[in-house]
């Protein structure tokens, strides 16, 4: 449940910033590093599970602290 939302937040930001909401230059870079950081565990998860996760599989939850 807390990735889902870090990720809806994460998606709501990116919203803001391409639809020409104010957001500010700090909140645009916590957007960009937390982005990588998820992606960084996601590609982990592929490269130790030898694989790339269906939408509906549910060991995307491992990805999970």
Do not use: W
């Not at 645009?28 to 939408?55: K, M, N």
Request: hydrophobic residues 45%; charged residues 25%.
């Amino acid at each position: 449940l807390e990735l889902f939302k870090k990720v809806r937040s994460l998606y709501n930001r990116r919203s803001k910033a391409v639809h020409g909401d104010a957001i500010s230059p700090l909140q645009l870079a916590d957007a960009l590093v937390e982005s990588f950081q998820l992606l960084a565990r996601l590609i982990v998860f592929c490269v130790r599970s030898g694989r790339v996760p269906t939408a509906d599989d549910q060991e995307v939850r491992l990805l999970a602290p």
